[in-house]
């Protein structure tokens, strides 16, 4: 049982290249999101998508453009990379349980990317 | 606007003893979500336990309990009979407006002595 997949592991990129981090989930799950992870801090909500075709900003979107053509996969780009954008990200998805409840997400294990 | 406080930015615990980490919340969505998650030295994200704003009893899962005061928008997290194993960074969450929106604290790291 894959769960959410996240490619690659790690990366190192130079000041203004670009890249995609890339996301699977494999449990029909509707919901996804990407967070970013400082060192010492809690993560931090980039963009989520609550289906094929859907998505909307979070609480850190500039620098970062998203996609979703399919329930499975949910890439990050990351257009003219800088050294803030150093940091760890981590994929996650979750399934809608009906209305007034709260979904629990479950996570990638992360891309940890350097700009230098 | 929705916060989440975690004030030990570390702790410490005998093995076999149990651990209370602390987390506040501040939301003015009558429905919300409260989840701990464990973040081991290998990075990932593993969840620990779930307490709706509406569920009437505390969450428990194993050795993980939740201890919800809603009047005094605290979600603390024990864990009962610490095992070495347990140490790791901590994480107080909070998701609102349906679930689409998830905020975190800065984490706790637990270390669990011998």
């Known amino acids: 049982n894959a769960g959410v997949t996240q490619t690659p592991k790690f990366r190192i990129l130079k000041i203004g290249q670009s890249m995609t981090l890339q996301c699977t989930q494999d449990?029909?799950?509707?919901?996804m999101y990407w967070y970013r992870q400082d060192p010492g801090m809690g993560l931090k909500l980039i963009y989520y998508s609550v289906g094929a075709g859907i998505t909307d900003k979070g609480e850190v979107p500039n620098g970062y453009n998203v996609s979703r053509s399919t329930t499975e996969d949910f890439p990050l780009r990351l257009e003219l990379a800088a050294p803030s954008q150093t940091s760890v990200y981590f994929c996650?998805?979750?399934?809608?349980?009906?209305?007034?409840?709260?979904?629990?997400?479950?996570f990638g294990p992360g891309t940890r990317l350097t700009v230098l | 606007a929705q916060k989440i406080t975690q004030t030990q930015p570390g702790m410490f615990v005998q093995e076999k003893e149990a651990v209370t980490l602390d987390c506040t919340y501040d939301?003015?969505?009558?429905?919300?979500?409260l989840f701990w998650y464990k973040q081991p030295s290998s990075g990932e994200m593993i969840f620990l336990i779930y307490?709706?704003?509406?569920?009437?009893q505390n969450a428990t899962e194993g050795r993980y309990s939740l201890n919800f005061q809603k009047a005094r928008k605290s979600a603390n997290l024990v864990i009962s009979a610490s095992q070495l194993g347990d140490s790791a960074m901590y994480f107080c969450?909070?998701?609102?407006?349906?679930?689409?929106?998830?905020?975190f604290g800065a984490g706790t790291r637990l270390f669990v002595k011998a």
């Open positions: 449990m029909n799950h509707n919901y």
């Open positions: 939301t003015s969505d009558p429905s919300y979500g």
């Open positions: 307490q709706g704003s509406y569920d009437q």
């Open positions: 996650a998805s979750s399934y809608p349980t009906g209305t007034g409840s709260v979904d629990t997400q479950y």
């Open positions: 969450a909070m998701s609102y407006t349906g679930g689409f929106k998830t905020i």
